[in-house]
C-alpha cells in the first residue's frame, strides 16, 4: 500500500510527544503498512526531516502552504508519486491509529474514510475520482473508527496527547528505577531521554522530558519539555517548554519553625 503524509499545516510536527515527536508519533502507526513506499507532502514546516530517513522507497515533495490537500494529493500525481495499488492518506493534524492492513477485508467500498482523519484508496482510479470531483457529482465513502484518535493541532492538544500517550504505554519503563538513584521523585507514567538530567524534582504524572534537558529543582505535572531546555525552579502544570529554551524561576527555600 502506498503512504501519503500531507505535512502540510501542522507547525508542532518536531514538537516532543511521549516517546518521540510530533511526525515520529505519526510514522510509528502507518509506516508499517507502507509496503509500496511513502511520499512526503511539506511546505516547509518540517525543520528536521532525519526521522524521514527511516522511510524505505520515501519521496519529499515541497508544495505551498495554501495549497490545500487536494491541490497537494494533485500534485503528487502531477509529479508521479501514485501508484495503481491501495492508496493510504494521512493528514498532520491527528495521530490515528487503526489496523489499516483489514481495511480492503472489510468492506466494498473505494473510498474510506477514517473520521476524516486519514483516508484509503482501493485504487489509483479511486483516488483519481476524488482529485478529478466535482461538487453537483455523487462520491460515495465509507466512514469507519479507528481504534484510537489523538489530535495534535495546538499548544492544548499536544498536552492531552502527550497525557493519552503516556497513558497507553508510552513512556519509560525505567523512570521509577533513575529516581531511586538519581537526585529527583516521579509520579508514573513520565518518559524522561535517557540523555536527560534531573535534579531535585518532582516529575508527574504526565510528564516527558526530552534528549538533552536539564530539570532542576522544578515541580512538574502533565508537561512537555521538549528537547535542550534548561529550566530551573519552576512549579508548573499543563505546559510545554520549548525545544532549547532556558528559564530560571526564584529560587524558593522552606524554612522549618
Not at 77 to 82: A, I
Not at 134 to 155: F, W
Request: proline share 3%; aromatic share 6%; hydrophobic share 40%.
Amino acid at each position: 500500500m502506498k503512504v501519503i503524509f500531507l505535512l502540510t499545516h501542522n507547525n508542532y510536527l518536531n514538537t516532543r510527544l511521549a516517546d518521540g515527536t510530533v511526525l515520529s508519533q505519526i510514522l510509528a502507526q502507518t509506516l508499517p503498512y507502507a509496503t509500496d513506499g511513502c511520499v512526503f507532502v511539506t511546505a516547509g514546516n518540517l525543520v528536521d526531516d532525519s526521522v524521514l530517513a527511516f522511510a524505505e522507497k520515501s519521496t519529499r515533495l515541497e508544495v505551498s502552504p495554501d495549497v490545500g490537500n487536494v491541490g497537494a494529493l494533485r500534485a503528487c500525481r502531477e509529479n508521479g508519486h501514485l501508484s495503481d495499488g491501495p492508496c493510504l492518506v494521512v493528514l498532520d493534524g491527528t495521530i490515528v491509529i487503526a489496523k489499516y492492513d483489514e481495511i480492503e477485508a472489510q468492506t466494498t467500498a473505494k473510498i474510506v474514510s477514517i473520521l476524516d482523519r486519514a483516508f484509503w484508496f482501493r485504487s489509483k482510479a479511486a483516488l483519481e475520482q476524488l482529485l478529478d470531483w466535482e461538487s453537483n457529482e455523487d462520491l460515495e465513502t465509507e466512514t469507519i473508527r479507528p481504534d484510537k484518535i489523538i489530535s495534535v493541532g495546538d499548544v492544548d492538544e499536544l498536552v492531552n496527547a502527550n497525557r493519552r500517550l503516556l497513558g497507553i504505554g508510552y513512556s519509560s519503563k525505567n523512570a521509577l528505577e533513575r529516581s531511586y538513584t538519581e537526585e529527583f521523585g516521579v509520579i508514573p507514567p513520565v518518559y524522561i531521554h535517557s540523555e536527560a538530567e534531573i535534579y531535585s524534582s518532582m516529575l508527574g504524572p504526565y510528564v516527558s522530558i526530552g534528549a538533552g534537558a536539564l530539570v532542576q529543582n522544578c515541580v512538574l505535572e502533565n508537561c512537555i519539555v521538549d528537547d535542550g531546555a534548561d529550566i530551573s525552579n519552576l512549579n508548573l502544570k499543563d505546559s510545554i517548554i520549548g525545544r532549547n529554551q532556558k528559564i530560571v524561576g526564584t529560587p524558593q527555600t522552606i524554612l522549618k519553625l
